[in-house]
C-alpha cells in the first residue's frame, strides 16, 4: 500500500552533556501549583518578617518611651478611678442605710398611729352603739345594723371582681365610655360603684367591700388608678360580700342591668368577676360613724312647713 512514510519514534539515546529531560515536563501546571503554593506576595511579607523580627512594638527609643508613658498614664487613671469608686461605695451604703432605717421607723411610727386610731375609733364606736341603744331601746338595735354600726352576719352572697390578666389599651366605648382611663382591662371606680348599687337594689342588707363596711355616707372614689372606699385604698381583687337571702339575691343581681353590665365587662373587657351563694356572711362594724340627727329649732314658728317638706334643721 503506497502512502506517505509515517515517522519512527526517537529511541535513541541523548547525546552526551545534553540536559536530561523531566519526566512530568508535559504537566507543567500542576508541579508548579505543586511547588509554589504560597503567593509571592504572602511570601515576601514572610522573608521582610524573617528579617525585621515578629514583634510590632516601636524600635526606635523615643517610640517605646511614648508606649511606656502612654502605659503609665492608663494605669494611673484605672488606679484613680478604683480607688474612688471604693471611697465612695461606703458613703453610699451608708447613706442607702440611712433611708433604710428612716422608712423603717416612719412606717413603727405610722402603726403606732394606726393604733391609737382604731382605739380612738373603737371607743367612740362604742359610746355611739351605747347612745343609740339608750335612745331607742331594741329599735335602736335595728338602726345599729341598717346604720353599719354593728358587726352582722348571715346567709349572703361573695362577689369577687378581679382585672383582666393582660389589661388591654383600647379607645372608650361601649358601656365604659368615658376619658382619662385608656386600660379597659381594668376595674373602675364607676364600675365597683354599679356592682355596690345592683346588690343594694337586688335586696342586700348589708356590704363590706375587701372588708370596708359600706354605709349610707360611703363613698366610691378613684384616685389615680387606685380605687377608694372611704378613703381607704383598695387592691384587686375586689371582694363583695352582701348579707340577704343568698339564691334570690344572686338571681335576682345577675338578671339585673348592673348584672348585666358586669357581664358586659367579663366578655369585652376580659374582667374577672364570680359570684357564689354563701351560708354565712360576717361583716365587720363600720370604722368610724358619724351620726347625724335633725330637731326643731327653739322657738321657731314653722315646724309644720319642715314636717310637709321632709326637712329639719341639724
Same mark, same amino acid.
Given at each position: 500500500?503506497?502512502?506517505?512514510?509515517?515517522?519512527?519514534?526517537?529511541?535513541?539515546?541523548?547525546?552526551?552533556?545534553?540536559?536530561?529531560?523531566?519526566?512530568?515536563?508535559?504537566?507543567?501546571?500542576?508541579?508548579?501549583?505543586?511547588?509554589?503554593?504560597?503567593?509571592?506576595?504572602?511570601?515576601?511579607?514572610?522573608?521582610?518578617?524573617?528579617?525585621?523580627?515578629?514583634?510590632?512594638?516601636?524600635?526606635?527609643?523615643?517610640?517605646?518611651?511614648?508606649?511606656?508613658?502612654?502605659?503609665?498614664?492608663?494605669?494611673?487613671?484605672?488606679?484613680?478611678?478604683? $480607688?474612688?469608686?471604693?471611697?465612695?461605695?461606703?458613703?453610699?451604703?451608708?447613706?442607702?442605710?440611712?433611708?433604710?432605717?428612716?422608712?423603717?421607723?416612719?412606717?413603727?411610727?405610722?402603726?403606732?398611729?394606726?393604733?391609737?386610731?382604731?382605739?380612738?375609733?373603737?371607743?367612740?364606736?362604742?359610746?355611739?352603739?351605747?347612745?343609740?341603744?339608750?335612745?331607742?331601746?331594741?329599735?335602736?338595735?335595728?338602726?345599729?345594723?341598717? $346604720?353599719?354600726?354593728?358587726?352582722?352576719?348571715?346567709?349572703?352572697?361573695?362577689? @369577687? @371582681?378581679?382585672?383582666?390578666?393582660?389589661?388591654?389599651?383600647?379607645?372608650?366605648?361601649?358601656?365604659?365610655?368615658?376619658?382619662?382611663?385608656?386600660?379597659?382591662?381594668? @376595674?373602675?371606680?364607676?364600675?365597683?360603684?354599679?356592682?355596690?348599687?345592683?346588690?343594694?337594689?337586688?335586696?342586700?342588707?348589708?356590704?363590706?367591700?375587701?372588708?370596708?363596711?359600706?354605709?349610707?355616707?360611703? $363613698?366610691?372614689?378613684?384616685?389615680?388608678?387606685?380605687?377608694?372606699?372611704?378613703?381607704?385604698?383598695?387592691?384587686?381583687?375586689?371582694?363583695?360580700?352582701?348579707?340577704?337571702?343568698?339564691?334570690?339575691?344572686?338571681?335576682?343581681?345577675?338578671?339585673?342591668?348592673?348584672?348585666?353590665?358586669?357581664?358586659?365587662?367579663?366578655?369585652?373587657?376580659?374582667?374577672?368577676?364570680?359570684?357564689?351563694?354563701?351560708?354565712? @356572711?360576717?361583716? $365587720?362594724?363600720?370604722?368610724?360613724?358619724?351620726?347625724?340627727?335633725?330637731?326643731?329649732?327653739?322657738?321657731?314658728?314653722?315646724?309644720?312647713?319642715?314636717?310637709?317638706?321632709?326637712?329639719?334643721?341639724?
Amino acid at each position: 500500500m503506497c502512502g506517505m512514510p509515517q515517522p519512527q519514534p526517537d529511541r535513541s539515546s541523548p547525546a552526551p552533556g545534553a540536559a536530561r529531560r523531566r519526566p512530568d515536563a508535559s504537566m507543567f501546571l500542576l508541579t508548579n501549583v505543586m511547588e509554589h503554593s504560597l503567593d509571592d506576595g504572602y511570601a515576601e511579607a514572610a522573608a521582610r518578617r524573617g528579617q525585621t523580627g515578629s514583634s510590632r512594638l516601636p524600635a526606635s527609643l523615643a517610640g517605646r518611651l511614648g508606649l511606656a508613658g502612654g502605659l503609665l498614664l492608663a494605669a494611673v487613671v484605672i488606679t484613680v478611678g478604683a $480607688a474612688q469608686a471604693h471611697r465612695a461605695a461606703p458613703t453610699e451604703a451608708r447613706e442607702r442605710q440611712k433611708l433604710i432605717d428612716r422608712v423603717q421607723s416612719q412606717t413603727h411610727s405610722a402603726d403606732a398611729l394606726q393604733k391609737q386610731v382604731d382605739g380612738l375609733r373603737d371607743t367612740v364606736s362604742a359610746e355611739q352603739r351605747a347612745a343609740l341603744k339608750n335612745q331607742d331601746g331594741d329599735g335602736g338595735r335595728l338602726l345599729d345594723l341598717l $346604720a353599719g354600726a354593728t358587726p352582722a352576719h348571715g346567709p349572703g352572697v361573695k362577689l @369577687v @371582681v378581679d382585672d383582666a390578666k393582660e389589661a388591654s389599651t383600647g379607645s372608650s366605648g361601649g358601656p365604659r365610655e368615658s376619658d382619662g382611663f385608656s386600660d379597659t382591662g381594668r @376595674v373602675r371606680d364607676r364600675d365597683m360603684q354599679r356592682v355596690v348599687n345592683g346588690l343594694w337594689t337586688s335586696g342586700a342588707e348589708a356590704i363590706s367591700v375587701n372588708g370596708q363596711r359600706l354605709t349610707a355616707l360611703s $363613698a366610691i372614689r378613684a384616685a389615680g388608678d387606685a380605687i377608694l372606699v372611704d378613703n381607704r385604698p383598695l387592691v384587686p381583687p375586689y371582694t363583695v360580700l352582701a348579707i340577704g337571702d343568698g339564691e334570690k339575691l344572686s338571681t335576682a343581681f345577675q338578671d339585673s342591668a348592673d348584672g348585666q353590665y358586669l357581664h358586659v365587662l367579663e366578655q369585652n373587657y376580659g374582667i374577672r368577676a364570680s359570684v357564689t351563694v354563701q351560708k354565712d @356572711v360576717r361583716l $365587720a362594724a363600720a370604722p368610724s360613724l358619724i351620726v347625724r340627727y335633725a330637731r326643731p329649732v327653739a322657738g321657731s314658728s314653722a315646724p309644720a312647713d319642715n314636717a310637709a317638706t321632709g326637712k329639719g334643721s341639724q
